[in-house]
Nanobody
C-alpha cells in the first residue's frame, strides 16, 4: 500500500522560512505527478505547485519566487521550501502524488497534512 507521510511545518514570524517534506513509501513503480496544496480556514484547497511527467515545477503567482518545490528521487521524497512567509500563507499544507503501483494501475495519494502558521 502506498503512503505519503509529511513532516515539517510549524509556526514562524512573518518573513521566516520553513521546509516541508513528503515521503512516499510502499509499492511504487513510478510517480506520474506530484503537487503541493494548501487549505486555509474557510477556504477551498488550492494547488500551489506541481511537477508533471518530469517537467519542471510550476507555481501559482502568490508563491512564485518565494516557494521552491524539489524532489529527491533516491529517497522518494518531495520538498517544499517556503521563504519570506506571510500571514496569508497560514494554512494546512498537503502533498499529493499520482503513483503507479503497477504498470496498469495509478492512483492519487495524499499526505496527512501539516499546519503552517505565520504570525505578523
Amino acid at each position: 500500500q502506498v503512503r505519503l507521510v509529511q513532516s515539517g511545518g510549524g509556526s514562524v514570524p512573518s518573513g521566516g522560512s520553513l521546509t516541508l517534506s513528503c515521503k512516499a513509501s510502499g509499492r511504487i513503480v513510478g510517480i506520474i505527478d506530484e503537487s503541493w496544496y494548501r487549505q486555509a480556514p474557510g477556504k477551498p484547497r488550492e494547488l500551489l505547485a506541481n511537477f508533471i511527467n518530469g517537467a519542471g515545477a510550476t507555481y501559482i503567482d502568490s508563491v512564485k519566487g518565494r516557494f521552491l518545490m524539489s524532489r529527491d528521487d533516491s529517497k522518494n521524497t518531495l520538498y517544499l521550501q517556503m521563504n519570506n512567509l506571510r500571514p496569508e500563507d497560514t494554512a494546512i499544507y498537503f502533498c499529493a502524488a499520482r503513483i503507479m503501483s503497477s504498470v496498469t494501475e495509478a492512483d492519487v495519494h495524499w499526505g496527512q497534512g501539516t499546519q503552517v502558521t505565520v504570525s505578523s
